[in-house]
């Protein structure tokens, strides 16, 4: 079949045609000049998804070797604190072997005594060690100097104080008898409250034995009649003996709400102040790992088994002070045992570190691998995307060859 | 005898001169849009010829055809234009967007892990929760202003629709007053075919031509906008639409009561509808839901959490302000950082910015399918492919276009070397008319001269 050619059909064909070869090329260009196959979603939007993905893989694994970083640094600390309270432990320990002779005189134990001294005051430097304004050894407690002389022969319920939100206008006071075995922190919350028209109130609340963290639905209410005062006793169910007492200091109407936070510390006998809790960050996803080493663990005898060092120390001075040969020696084996505490402890932050170690190597594989990943998806295979771009380079050249002669032959050109 | 071949001759050189002037005409209008190739209708007329008609060389069929092709491409133009902007909002190709800042919002969480106390730590994490609401409020502001865009096409439109109306109105009455002059009526249905392949880019419409040569023009549900030469025009009415009561709903002038959307279903306007009314407002639905997951998840664990006071987490995030556009930061926590409740005790430890750092990896949204990243960067997948589609749409669409257009010309347009050669057709027809008349002159002269 013959077609009719018109003008405008030689013209738009022409035209149309440029336009997709030019697209093309300038779509081949911008992928040569950004180097990325993907310059906007719509150029792949499969691939787009992939690639957030892919990077918010990649910013946590960052994430997580930033965390893993940290955690080395802390346990570094750690590990060389632990050492020369190991060194210190030896040294005490000649002492002690040196002074339980009978060689050995009352002359040379007092001044073997005042070594002593000084090795618990060194001892005391390592237990309160910090890290970037943080105690390495208080547990949870990372603001509270972990280790305080002199030690405390009965367990002590610290002052109970309300939250610094709650409004004024209620005092709060402890007393009781600690009957817990180590340190805690006691917690009461108002959960519901009714405000009466004579100024008193009654309350609803939960308690706490660990800080907060947990909390035990009482169902109690207590009644703090106006300028009067109320007690709990053993806080609910979970105070060991911890009363608290409220008194009424002018408090109005607005200065409660629910979530109000009274709390109190109670320590176990002995130096130390922080808790047995154990800081932790993210290594992995969902993967906690708790990188601090407790100062209950290394220094008390809470632990399975443990001894107390810092009493040991202490006992140990006294012996020499007091000329005590047979408590000199009975301090030996004790020593011994501190010895072998604190080196389990540092092997347990060696073990701690391995676990970095190798969760850092399975982060840094994954980090390469999403690079990798991220590439394929994204990047231009320049060598293609190159060859692609002569080639329209080429078809771009005819077109305009082609449309500089469009017109050129017509039958004007014949007719006189 | 001699006197008939006179006229014979005058005849054949008037039609000849018609058709050359017709020619002229051609040749004259070989790159005007949309114009269609007339040809004179020689026939005998006794012994003699006349130009019965000129006659505009088309195929109905295909007028029809482009006009849907321009409803089509309308609408998926509409659509690209409006999508392109979107995309180019949600565009995270080099990063530094929303999925980038989710990511160091949680991971400005771990970071307080490490160190609850840290003044730092805290201040940075509120630097960034500040720029996610900041992000989130840019990108609500950015998709409110592709709506308003599409919105105000709507309005401008329908002032297009209702001036194509009138003139093609104007241009049936005309058409009834000169249809006797066929040259003009056709310049008339010329122009009158722009005016419909416009309107069909616009709205989608079904339309004949009556026996008079008149064009009515109904919307999908059978309404007309033109009958012969009466209008039905368009018009626009606020307050009444249910998403945002700054937006046109479409009404026909004399029934503001009855809001017609719903009856244009294709060309720019239903694009333009659509976009605002249900793509844009969808993209804007999911951001919201990210966003008010996001407040209602950060703020429920940041309450279980204890700050530096010891007292209980506060909202992080204001708690009545859950949309894209609104989100923000508690004023009372940027006052006083120390109120990132970062604790799972109430003394000190970081535990709460662990769990809070967790909700990353937790699969929080649709039905516990998907993490927020994975919901967010599914949003922005959604949104690409919608360009994308677009775009191909409108490709394919050109190019039928383009083919039907060719088409058109195939049949319709000037070809140069068509007019040429009837040129020299009808040249050699008036040529040889002149020569009966000089012939038969000379024919007349011999015979005077007899007489002489």
Known sequence: MVMRVSENMKFNTMIDNMFKTQSSYNKLMEKIVSQKEINRPSDDPIGMVKVLDFRESRESVEQYLRNIGGCESWLTITESKLSAAGDLLIKAREVAAAQSTETATAETRSIEAEAVQQLIGEMFALANSKYEGRYLFSGTKSEEVPFSSPERGDKEIGDAAGAGGNTSGVDVTSSGTYEGLVNKTYVVKITNWDWHDDNAWTATYDV??????????TDDSFELPDDGEVTISDIGIAGDGINLTFTDNGMAESDIANNDIFYVQALATGYYNGNGEEMSVNIGEGEPFAYSVSGEEVFTDKGEGNVDILSILNRLEIALESNDSDGIASCIDHLEAASDQIIKNTSMCGTKVNRLEIAKNNLADLDLDLTGLIS???DADITEVMSKFAMKEIALKASYAAASRIGNLTILNFIT | MSISALNTAKDALLSHQTAINLTGTNIANVNTLGYTRQRPVFSTLGQSVEIVEIERIYDRFLGAQINEQMHSLGYNEAKEKEVDRVETIFNEVDGGGINELLSKFWSAWEDLSANPSGQAERQSLISISQSLTSMFHSYSDGLLSVQDDANAWVQGLVHQVNNYVSDISDINSKITQTETDDVGSNTLKDKRAELLSGLAEIVDFHYFEDSNGLINAFLSNGMPLVEGIHTWELDVVTENHASNPSFYDVVFKDDPENVINGVITSGNMAGFLEMRDTTIKGYMDSLDNLVASIVDKVNTQHKQGYDMSQSSGEDLFVATKTKAKNIEISAAIIADINKIAASETINGDGGNAVSMSDIEDELTMNDGKSTFSGY????????????????RNVDHHTT???????KREEISGVSIDEEMMTLIMYQ???????KIVTTTDEMLDVLMSLVE
């Open chain 2, 400 to 406: 039928l276009l383009n083919q039907l257009t060719n």
């Open chain 1, 208 to 217: 706490s034995a660990d800080g907060g963290e947990t909390w035990i639905s």
């Open chain 1, 376 to 378: 394929n998806v994204e």
């Open chain 2, 376 to 391: 967010y960067s599914s949003l922005v997948g959604q949104i690409g492919q919608d360009a994308a589609d677009a775009g």
């Open chain 2, 428 to 434: 050699t027809g008036y040529n040889a008319a002149a």
